[in-house]
T-cell receptor, first 115, second 114 residues
Framework: EAGVTQFPSHSVIEKGQTVTLRCDPI?????LYWYRRVMGKEIKFLLH????????ESGMPNNRFLAERTGGTYSTLKVQPAELEDSGVYFC?????????????FGPGTRLLVL | AQSVTQLDSHVSVSEGTPVLLRCNYS??????LFWYVQHPNKGLQLLLK??????LVKGINGFEAEFKKSETSFHLTKPSAHMSDAAEYFC????????????FGTGTRLKVLA
């Protein structure tokens, strides 16, 4: 069974440009989460999808970030325009159920560097 | 609110000696706790999880953790470190308030010396 995949693995862009990150969850997993780790800080929650619906986007830093999950399969996270403080590692995770004991399966992350 | 505190940002051990990575949690509910590991340039991999079935949890690669409610701790241990254990380890609590998002500790980097 394929795991969670993310594309690209690395992205280097200039301030003001746009970047789109993609996440493909494990097949059949309705729950998809985005997390981010800014250098030197802990990994923090960004948002949660159940199928195509946003359940919780309380962690999204501002309106420069837009996440979508059309059709309830893969998800994209767009940053427009990118700022220096957006640099970090963006992780995607998926799970079958949404419950307290559920394991989330993580992708390898996208390393974003904004210059 | 739920939170986890990893008490050491870096731990160094010699190969073949025991590993202890410390984690304390704060939770107003009966928590679900996890340990994940991240090897360089890899994703996060689940080592083990506590779900109230047993206080001593065994995970992969010889790791185990003990849930101690009285001490609000969930420390990760391994009897004998291997070079391949060098990685960053994250203690995680699941937030029960709605989406069950993960709340991460700041991570502990484990270095294994030959």
């Amino acid at each position: 069974e394929a795991g969670v995949t993310q594309f690209p693995s690395h992205s280097v862009i200039e301030k003001g440009q746009t970047v789109t990150l993609r996440c493909d969850p494990i097949s059949g997993h309705d729950n998809l989460y985005w997390y981010r780790r800014v250098m030197g800080k802990e990994i923090k929650f960004l948002l949660h999808f159940v199928k195509e619906s946003k359940q919780d986007e309380s962690g999204m830093p501002n309106n420069r970030f837009l996440a979508e999950r059309t059709g309830g399969t893969y998800s994209t996270l767009k940053v427009q325009p990118a700022e220096l403080e957006d640099s970090g590692v963006y992780f995607c995770a998926s799970s079958q159920e949404s419950r307290i004991q559920e394991t989330q399966y993580f992708g390898p992350g996208t390393r974003l560097l904004v210059l | 609110a739920q939170s986890v505190t990893q008490l050491d940002s870096h731990v160094s051990v010699s190969e073949g000696t025991p590993v202890l990575l410390r984690c304390n949690y704060s939770s107003s509910y009966s928590p679900s706790l996890f340990w994940y590991v991240q090897h360089p340039n890899k994703g996060l991999q689940l080592l083990l999880k506590y779900t109230s079935a047993a206080t001593l949890v065994k995970g992969i690669n010889g790791f185990e953790a003990e849930f101690k409610k009285s001490e609000t701790s969930f420390h990760l241990t391994k009897p004998s470190a291997h070079m391949s254990d060098a990685a960053e380890y994250f203690c995680v609590v699941s937030d029960p308030s709605g989406t069950y998002k993960y709340i991460f500790g700041t991570g502990t980097r484990l270095k294994v010396l030959a």
